[in-house]
């Protein structure tokens, strides 16, 4: 079992940055390769990037990349998503989740998520 707690979500200016903390409690946080989800009003639960176990390999959605950095922290149980440059289309629910595969990018593929937080960016 692993439980995700989000946090870090908040109000930005378009250009602004905001860097997410996703906290795991369980031992088997290194054993899971982590990814990022968002989720806006009236649409789909859309992937956004992943790591893998080690923190090693990272894979991300055209939309982000370059923009968006996910890292990991296995010592202390945490993942990261430092978000640059964001754009007013970025604004959504964040959900960090935990899968036993490495690279997905399918919800059905993390068998654990997070309650989500909330990320608005304004023009």
């Given at each position: 079992?692993?439980?995700?707690?989000e946090s870090g979500g908040g109000?930005?200016?378009?250009?602004?940055?905001?860097?997410?903390?996703?906290?795991?409690?369980?031992?088997?946080?290194?054993?899971?390769?982590?990814?990022?989800?968002?989720?806006?009003?009236?649409?789909?639960?859309?992937?956004?990037?992943?790591?893998?176990?080690?923190?090693?390999?990272?894979?991300y959605a055209a939309s982000v990349?370059?923009?968006?950095?996910?890292?990991?922290?296995?010592?202390?149980?945490?993942v990261f998503l430092q978000m640059?440059?964001?754009?007013?289309?970025?604004?959504?629910?964040?959900?960090?989740?935990?899968?036993?595969?490495?690279?997905?990018?399918?919800?059905?593929?993390?068998?654990?998520?997070?309650?989500?937080?909330?990320?608005?960016?304004?023009?």
């Amino acid at each position: 079992q692993v439980q995700l707690v989000e946090s870090g979500g908040g109000l930005v200016q378009a250009g602004g940055s905001l860097r997410l903390s996703c906290a795991a409690s369980g031992r088997t946080f290194s054993r899971h390769a982590m990814g990022w989800f968002r989720q806006a009003p009236g649409k789909e639960r859309d992937f956004v990037g992943a790591i893998s176990w080690t923190g090693d390999n990272t894979d991300y959605a055209a939309s982000v990349k370059g923009r968006f950095t996910i890292s990991r922290d296995n010592a202390k149980d945490t993942v990261f998503l430092q978000m640059n440059s964001l754009k007013p289309e970025d604004t959504a629910v964040y959900y960090c989740a935990a899968s036993v595969f490495y690279p997905r990018a399918n919800v059905g593929d993390y068998g654990f998520w997070g309650q989500g937080t909330q990320v608005t960016v304004s023009s």
